[in-house]
């Protein structure tokens, strides 16, 4: 990795931590050529190698986040502020989650699910809309 001081790509990883509760993981670098520390967070990055398969009708499309962020945004009808504001960091909490639960089997059905646990975990209000749309719940 190059060092963001001097530029020289000799960094050494000094210590290292995972995350315990995200697919992050913490890790201290120092440079062999100038001697600075800095810290580095690294987390999955979504490829272009990633497919949902449709149970209906088994054929394969590519994820788009973009989908995944205006459905999250959405669900935030009674607080369109943190909705824009959070959308697109929940889409990738979420879509790290699926690259380690799903790795090969990534259905629609695997992101609703996936995506109401996470929202249930941030946001009860946001959890109960995204699973009314999605019909996770059924009313009366």
């Keep these: 990795m190059l060092c963001i001081y001097c530029l020289k790509p000799s960094t050494a990883v000094v210590n290292s931590r995972q995350h315990k509760k995200n697919p992050i993981t913490w890790r201290r670098r120092k ?79 695997n992101i609703v699910r996936t995506t109401h646990q996470t929202l249930a975990r941030y946001d009860k209000a946001a959890a109960i809309q995204y699973a009314l749309h999605h019909h996770l719940l059924r009313l009366g």
Aim: glycine share 4%; aromatic share 6%; net charge negative.
């Design 31 to 109: 440079c062999l050529s100038c001697d600075s520390t800095f810290t580095t967070d690294e987390k999955p990055r979504i490829g272009n190698k990633m497919y949902v398969l449709n149970p209906k009708t088994k054929e394969e499309s590519e994820f788009n986040p973009g989908r995944l962020v205006i459905s999250i945004a959405l669900a935030f009808q009674h607080d369109e502020a943190k909705g824009r504001q959070d959308a697109w960091h929940l889409m990738e909490t979420i879509a790290a989650l699926l690259v380690i639960e799903h790795p090969l089997s990534l259905t629609s059905d």
